[in-house]
């Protein structure tokens, strides 16, 4: 027999909701019903690409989920309104990377060269000169940050971060998929902390959230000490199944940031100079 243990909700802040629609991607969708023997259902994605035979020209219709998806397939997890909780667990180890975010760029890699503390033996032109730009309307020095594999659980309550119950309180088919999160520093050691004796932060259910008083910024907590997923079998197999391919953590490492060479590091922060009130567009003569 199956029994999950008891979300911890308590843990959870009330926080205030205008209701709205989650965004569901959905990969596959996993019957989660405890004291049930049968086998779980499993339903394959709906949308199919048909495949052009020969032409390069194919006809797709408009909804279709894989044209929307951009990049990689691998989706972040990400928060864009208050009062909304993002259900997940940690599926991979962190990585973690010095990068600068360009505004209107992106995220580069540091190309700076430390030691195990982190400390700067040898500072990349990347430093010196976006350094010197620090202010608010200007990229900062570099940052550290980390991102994970999480598993997502896509319909959990967006108030609570419960999982989806019928009237007479019987668990529904999980929703889920595979996504990555992006962590600061300060999300980084939030996490951790949420940590105890004998529950690992891997084990365990948590629920992300935009920081209620703060212009920005991510809380976590954690909404069970044992990972639901963890707990069905069949979603054992099928996440398994879907984290085979990041096994090489390659797919996750991009999501750091764009690795550049010294010299495309320079050519970009030479077109920001040329905004700069110091514009020095010697950069681009000292390529
Ligand atoms: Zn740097």
């Known amino acids: 027999m199956q029994q999950f243990t008891d979300d911890d909700l308590q843990d959870v802040e009330p926080i205030k909701v205008t209701p709205a629609l989650v965004a569901t991607t959905k990969a596959v969708v996993v019957a989660a019903k405890p004291n049930v023997t049968v086998a779980p259902v499993v339903v394959e994605e709906e949308t199919t690409v048909p495949t052009a035979p020969g032409p390069d020209d194919e ?9 929307m998806k951009f990049g990689d397939g691998l989706d972040r997890l990400q928060m864009k309104e208050k009062g909304k909780l993002a259900r997940f667990a940690l599926v991979s ?60 659980y896509e319909n959990s309550d967006i108030k609570k ?23 600061t520093r300060h999300n980084y050691r939030t996490i951790t902390e949420l ?13 992300m959230f935009l920081v209620p008083d703060r212009a920005f910024g991510y809380g976590f907590r954690r ?26 953590g390659k797919k996750l490492a991009n999501k750091l940031g764009r690795s550049v060479s010294a010299l495309e590091f320079r ?14 567009l010697g950069d681009v003569e000292e390529l």
């Open 93 to 152: 180890k962190a990585k973690a990377a010095f990068v600068h975010y360009i505004e209107k760029k992106g995220t580069y890699k540091c190309l700076s060269v430390r030691d195990k503390d982190h400390n700067v033996t040898q500072e990349a032109y990347c430093c010196q000169k976006l350094g010197a730009y620090k202010n608010a309307a200007q990229p900062a020095g570099a940052e550290r940050i980390f991102v994970a594999l999480v598993f997502h």
């Open 223 to 248: 909404i069970n000490a044992k990972a639901v997923w963890k707990q069905i079998p069949q979603l054992v197999a099928e996440v398994e199944a879907a984290l085979k391919p990041l096994a090489d």
């Open 267 to 280: 050519t970009v922060i030479a077109t920001l100079a040329q905004g700069a009130e110091e514009a020095n």
């Open 161 to 183: 971060g419960g999982l989806p119950k019928d009237a007479s309180g019987a668990s529904l088919p999980i929703e889920w998929s595979i996504k990555w999160v992006k962590l």
């Open 59 to 67: 006809d797709v219709e408009f909804g279709d989920e894989r044209e």
């Open 195 to 207: 940590e105890e004796e004998n529950v690992k932060v891997t084990d365990i259910d948590m629920v």
